[in-house]
């Protein structure tokens, strides 16, 4: 019996040069991780340190989406927060009469979803894509886990919050939606914690409190003593 021997030749690699460009999702500049993100130093939320951003990075998954993509409805059931990572977000609102109108338009490295899902409530906006755009998705239950273990991230969100009315050039109008034992649920901490470090603030001219209405009376002051 004659036995042939057949070479099966290796399938040539493509060798990529080195002036060729890689095409992404819709030609965006796609962020990888949280640690390697551009704007960790612009935004006070992501500017953490290293084990807290390696920590948000294992709960977020990131996709893009296109032009005109809603991310979440007015009204909808908070499933988590979005990290715009770039490109812009319309977050708008319908009136009595039906008409929807934009609230504002959240920038890279914003957060959007965040009240709702910090209060469990419905989504208060709606939130859509105004070009291409790459955002990170963090579930509500693993989001409120990862604040509870990473106490340098639990107060930031006071300002990082949607802004109300302006109150001057200088001031900071917010929605507080939490109650004292709400945020110390959220920080692992109790209402009498809370309730003095929001005394103490208050006494050191940092932030004035009328009912719902949180004004930070002087942000970069607080932004400091967070990061500090």
Excluded: W
């Amino acid at each position: 019996m004659t036995y042939q021997l057949h070479v099966i030749p290796a399938k040539k690699r493509r060798i990529m040069n080195a002036d060729t460009t890689v095409k992404t999702p819709y030609g965006l500049q796609v962020i990888e991780s949280c640690l390697t993100c551009p704007l960790v130093k612009d935004r006070i939320f992501c500017d953490l340190s290293r084990p807290a951003l390696a920590a948000l990075d294992s709960i977020s998954s990131s996709a893009t989406y296109p032009k005109d993509a809603v991310l979440f409805v007015e009204g909808q059931e908070p499933r988590g927060v979005f990290v715009i990572c770039n490109s812009r977000v319309k977050l708008s609102t319908n009136s009595a009469g039906g008409q929807s109108l934009i609230v504002r338009i959240a920038e890279p490295g914003e957060i959007v979803g965040l009240p709702g899902t910090l209060s469990g409530t419905t989504y208060e906006l709606t939130a859509e894509a105004l070009e291409p755009v790459q955002a990170n998705f963090i579930p509500r239950n693993a989001f409120m886990q990862y604040l509870k273990d990473n106490g340098e991230a639990a107060p930031r969100f006071l300002l990082d919050l949607p802004p109300g009315s302006a109150a001057n050039s200088t001031q900071v109008r917010k929605t507080l939606t939490l109650t004292h034992k709400e945020i110390g649920e959220m920080i692992g901490a109790s209402r009498e914690t809370v309730t003095r470090l929001f005394a103490s603030f208050k006494r050191e001219g940092l932030i004035e409190v009328h009912g719902s209405a949180l004004i930070i009376s002087n942000p970069s002051q607080l932004a400091s003593m967070l990061e500090g």
